[in-house]
């Protein structure tokens, strides 16, 4: 990939924060247009999101591929090394650090958007194995679709794919599917609909990681040589950067 680090991580640090300003805000919204009825807040935060993540993948993948979460550059970092493809080391350690600064960032952007203060810690507690299984499921199956979708030729509907899956995973997993370490350290930052306590971060984040763990795992066993296709996740670009062309 030539494209040059800094526009890279420029990429995953804007569209990061447009992510977690879609979660955090929608929810927000969600709560003051619905204020009695959660099932309808969450369908709202969750159609929000989805839409948001599928055009977000679509204006960022080309320059980065629009990872906007740890465990896809780390799962895109370990597929493949044998292979030569993907990130490298010094590149996952820069996409994680824009990934979770652009989360913190989201955050801040939404309270200020509604009139709340810039930081607000949630008092949500997150806290309980059935919401951790949750998370591990949700994450192995992002996994999976990424990385089939890359293997298989299929890159291009990742957008729709992604956002689909995402917005699926809201109501099938009890976690609602943060499925990010990133956004999930962001998500502490606010006190409102999508918020997590902190104290609850450990737990979801080391559930993403085993999520992270088993969808590797499946991926060796369904797609021994799906570290050939990482350079194309999440949206395949022709490895230049555009700017080279014009001597920049």
Known sequence: MTIALWRRLLAEFTGTVLLVTAVVGSGIMATTLSPDDVGLQLLENSIATAFALGALILIFGPVSGAHFNPVVSAADWLLGRRAGTGLTARDLGGYVVAQVAGAIAGSIVANLMFDLAAVDFSGKDRSAAHLWLGEVVATTGLILLIFA????????????????????????????????????????????????????????????????????????????????????????????????????
């Open 149 to 248: 979708l890359a293997r298989s030729g299929r890159a291009p509907v990742a957008p729709a794919a992604v956002g689909a899956y995402i917005g699926a995973a809201y109501w099938f997993t009890s976690s609602t599917s943060f499925a990010n370490p990133a956004v999930t350290v962001g998500r502490a930052f606010t006190d409102t609909f999508a918020g997590i306590a902190p104290a609850s971060l450990p737990g979801f984040v080391i559930a993403q990681l085993v999520g992270l763990a088993v969808g590797i795992g499946l991926l060796a066993a369904l797609y021994p040589d799906a570290g050939q296709a990482a350079d194309q996740v999440v949206v395949p670009t022709d490895g230049r950067d555009p700017a080279l062309d014009h001597g920049a």
